[in-house]
């Protein structure tokens, strides 16, 4: 059986800037795959590859059998991939509500509008809350709920995660952390590739993972293992 996403030798960047060197990773369905490393590693890069919103340079990206390598952003979309970026990117003068229902472009999405937004708000109770509030006058936690949820509403069967926590309290990082475990199990066929510098949570929240360094994969396998070593969490994450 064929991976959800199968991404071989990928190189990427930022016009002649090269980022990313021959990188390859796996992502089945239903399972959450944590992409770990330091400070300009390449892990967003990767997922912005992934997403559309840059162009690889070399190799393939495969979802569901079909090339989506260079497509689009939007064309990835309807493909059933989802991106939510650590800068969040809400509409901040619009409503909670209406930032969910932006979401749901797609055909598939808008013809299971009320079930995703039901799911959205059972997953994040803090958004049904605040649903007729304005995005921008909430709390850097509550939008980062809002980021996730909005691409949930996509009903997409991959969530691009991309450090979630970034900048938050640890209560706020307990709260989000929490959501995905609720997503997970409100939706198991959905599969989760989550680029995290919360390592130790990364690890508990994935059934594997991928470190990356200087852009290039050094580790794939089962990071919450490693991560009892002190000598394993010396090499790779440089801690």
Known sequence: MSSLLKVDNLDSGYGDIQVLWDVSIRVEKGEVVAVLGPNGAGKTTLLKTIAGLVKPKKGSIIF???AIGGLPAEKVVQEGVALALAEKELFPLMTVKENLLLGAFTKRARQKLQENLA???????????RQYQNAGTMSGGEQQMLAIGRALMTDSKLLLLDEPSTGLAPLLVKNIFEGLRQIMKNKPEL???????RTVQAAQLSDRGYILSNGRVVFDGDIREGLTTQAFVKKYLGM
């Open 119 to 129: 799911r959205v708000y059972s997953i994040f109770p803090k958004l049904k809350e």
């Open 191 to 197: 599969a989760i590739l989550l680029v995290e510098q």
């Open 64 to 66: 569901e059998g079909k």
